[in-house]
């Protein structure tokens, strides 16, 4: 178990800044860490390729896939389906290989219910103030769509305290920096340290009196 990799589930509002952040982290630990590959049923865009940005499968095989377990979570957005490969994850991890998955509320409390040791981490900018003037500072979305992102925002703030730990993005360096804190502490949990723990059992056994 100890060298079993994590499964770290990053979630936060839409302006959290978790892309920049996860950039950092894979930076920082580019063999100890790797962001998941998800299977997608889209086509394939210029420059993305096989295996690296997206699995990429039919209706069928990705419904398939649905039916026999395949998959750790999914869902379904403008008629194309995305989803989580349950196999790819568990073999990162088997290699010691952290895995981290950025996905929303919902698929995270789904995700720790299969996997209890999941270590689920909630970002988020200082404050509320913060977080509209990121969103109006993208420029990228008018009034009305920044206002329905602070409304979902006002909606997800209700299921923070279910996650393990919350993560203020306040400069992503440092951010990213409290992330792999957590990481390395999450390994050094006894809970994760079962073989060494029988190991110095049995050794002292030969002292016992």
């Known amino acids: ?7 770290i589930v990053i979630s936060g509002f839409a302006g959290s800044g978790k892309g920049t ?8 630990r580019p063999y100890r860490c790797s962001l998941s590959t998800s299977v997608t049923t889209r086509s394939p865009r210029p420059g993305e390729e096989e295996g690296v940005s997206y699995f990429f499968r039919t209706n069928e095989e990705f419904e398939r896939m649905i039916r026999e377990g395949e998959l750790i ?14 196999a790819w994850v568990e073999q990162k991890m088997k290699e010691g ?4 998955l950025e996905i ?19 970002l988020m900018p200082p404050g509320a103030s913060e977080l509209e003037k990121r969103l109006v500072g993208r420029g990228t979305e008018d009034a009305a769509t920044v206002r329905a992102r602070l409304s979902r925002a006002c909606e997800e703030a209700q299921g ?8 203020i993005n306040d400069e992503v360096e440092a951010c990213a920096g409290r992330i792999e804190t957590i990481a390395d502490a999450e390994r050094l949990r006894t809970g994760r340290q079962a073989d060494q723990i029988r190991q110095m059992q049995q050794g002292l056994e030969r002292f016992r009196v």
Do not use: C, W
């Open 73 to 86: 979570e999914y869902a379904q957005y403008v008629s194309h389906y995305y989803g989580t490969p349950k």
């Open 160 to 167: 923070i305290e279910n996650y393990d730990y919350l993560v």
């Open 104 to 122: 929303e509320i919902q698929g995270a409390m789904n995700i720790k219910k299969m996997y209890p040791d999941a270590v689920l981490i909630f």
């Open 1 to 7: 178990m100890a060298d079993r990799g994590l499964l």
């Open 97 to 100: 290989i952290d895995v981290i």
């Open 21 to 28: 952040v996860v950039k950092q982290i894979l930076a920082d």
